[in-house]
Each structure stands twice: as structure tokens, then as C-alpha cells.
């Protein structure tokens, strides 16, 4: 099982990023996909995940109404938008996977840097 986040960057104020995670070793049918973050200093923060099989979007309330997160099951990826990112969102994001049965997120891909500043 392998992640890998990307699409962070520099970005303004009120701008927008789409995060993409890429995956492989597992299928979207037996698996969810969260997106997380951690700013220097803050704990990690759960925001938004998509859940398997069906693929219900959960968000957090930090990101609601300026994200989705989607999937492309033919392309292994499964896909962040932020808009109207503030300053606040600066942070290290991670995508991860549980597996059907799992209670937590066993599989962990390397962060992808956003950092929202003038």
C-alpha cells in the first residue's frame, strides 16, 4: 500500500489549490480515503474524507463550504479543492487509508507543503 500527496504551494489569499493523492496496493470499493493537516506547533487535523465503496464526502467544519474532495477510481487518485484558502489553512497535508474493518488510518503518504500568505 503506497500514498503519495500532491499539489501543494504558494498560494494567495483567496486563492485555490487541488491537492491529488495518489495510491496503489488497494481499491476505493474497500477503503477510505482521509485528508489531514498540521500547522507548525497544532496538532493534526482531520478535514475531509471520502468513505469506501459508496464514497460519501465528510468535511470538517474548518473547510466546509470551500472544499470538495472527489475520486478518480481509473486513475487511482482521489483529489482535494480548496478555494478561498486563507492563512489559516497554512499547514503540511497528508492523505491516508483504512481499510474496510480498520478503526483508524493505517497508511500514511508523505505531506504535501500549502502555505497561504501574500
Known amino acids: 500500500v503506497q500514498l503519495q500527496a500532491s499539489g501543494g504551494g504558494l498560494v494567495q489569499p483567496g486563492g485555490s489549490l487541488r491537492l491529488s493523492c495518489a495510491f496503489s496496493g488497494f481499491s476505493l470499493n474497500y477503503a477510505a480515503i482521509g485528508w489531514f493537516r498540521q500547522a507548525p506547533g497544532k496538532e493534526r487535523e482531520g478535514i475531509s474524507c471520502?468513505?469506501?465503496?459508496?464514497?460519501?464526502?465528510i468535511y470538517a467544519d474548518s473547510v466546509k463550504g470551500r472544499s470538495t474532495i472527489s475520486r478518480d477510481n481509473a486513475k487511482n487518485t482521489v483529489y482535494l479543492q480548496m478555494n478561498s484558502l486563507k492563512p489559516e489553512d497554512t499547514a503540511v497535508y497528508y492523505c491516508?487509508?483504512?481499510?474496510?474493518?480498520?478503526?483508524?488510518?493505517?497508511?500514511w503518504g508523505q505531506g504535501t507543503q500549502v502555505t497561504v500568505s501574500s
Open positions: 491516508a487509508a483504512k481499510m474496510r474493518g480498520d478503526s483508524e488510518y493505517n497508511y
Open positions: 471520502i468513505t469506501a465503496s459508496i464514497g460519501r464526502q
